[in-house]
């Protein structure tokens, strides 16, 4: 059977038309940046002012057969990160935890946290929870956790629980918060005592400090405390201890932390404050897990020979 000729050719017409739309599909990556770019600006909604840097794609060590791709965010001086998985023919992307049934639910986060430059207190170094703290010295939230946790945590948990401290200045919305964090710093090379006595004495005082006076209002501290200020003054002005603030910023980037306080009891991440009960029972579950897991480990292999045939053979062992 033939197709009249004016059908035909509307028919290869209709192909011919759909065919750079089928091309097109089929060319589109997820693996090219500016695709990836418009795709992600439609998915999540970015505004056009919003900037987008992506990262090179590095084969993922979590989803087998996709790549980590960093998508680094920022808008009116404020920056956060973002982690996509591109699959390796560029066809799908992933946006969200990924887990291995084998390890913690948290591993990947907790081989990012280092925390052994960073001010603590509570536990020993063998503690059965790492309590890592994100704060800001000018952000009111941070007051507040900060203030209960060095209240109620020593006495709730002060042989279970250590926590570690890390600068995350928010300079976008904060404007003193970067000094105070370079000048806490300063404070912990001091010695740990001295550095939580600033800790808690920044925060209490908070409402009275400005960009203005920090300086001022941090010498009669050091004053106060027997310090040497003018030490601390050059300490401030130096480029470690500001090297040292960027360290903690770069790490809670890699976490995509974008709000203070962000906690992290043994790598589970929890963001904003938390009320003093609800924050005492997730460490006490965490506390109750760790100690399942020492004693399963420590559980030796049963004795299975009384559920074993056994030959005797000659000048076998018995």
Known sequence: MKLPAKLAVMLLLAALALLPQTMSAQAKSALDKPTLEAYLRY????????????????????????????????????????MYYVSKDGANVIKGAAYNILKSPFAADQELLKEDQQPNFGAGDKAAVDLIVFGDFQCPVCQK???????????????????????????????????????????????????????????????????????????????????????????????????????????????????TPTLYVNGRKLEGALEWGVLSQLLQIEIDHQAEVAKTAAAKPADDSCCTVQIPTIGGKK
């Open 43 to 82: 998915s999540e909604l970015w505004i056009p002012q919003v900037t987008v840097k992506i990262d090179d794609p590095k084969p993922s060590t979590v989803v087998k057969d996709y790549y980590d791709v960093w998508v680094h965010l920022s808008y009116n001086g404020q920056m956060k990160d973002e």
């Open 145 to 259: 956790e900060e203030t209960e946790l060095r209240k109620s945590l020593p006495g709730a948990f002060g042989d279970k629980v250590r926590v570690y401290f890390n600068d995350f200045p928010l300079t976008s919305i904060h404007p003193w918060a970067m000094k105070a964090a370079i000048t806490g710093r300063c404070m912990y090379h001091e010695g740990q005592g001295t550095f939580w006595d600033y800790h808690d004495w920044i925060y209490a005082n908070q409402d009275q400090i400005t960009l203005e006076n920090l300086d001022s209002k941090v010498q009669e501290f050091a004053k106060s405390k027997n310090l040497n200020g003018d030490k601390i003054k050059a300490c401030t002005e130096g480029k470690p201890a500001a090297d040292e603030v960027a360290r903690t910023i770069n790490m809670g980037r890699s976490l995509s932390v974008s709000a």
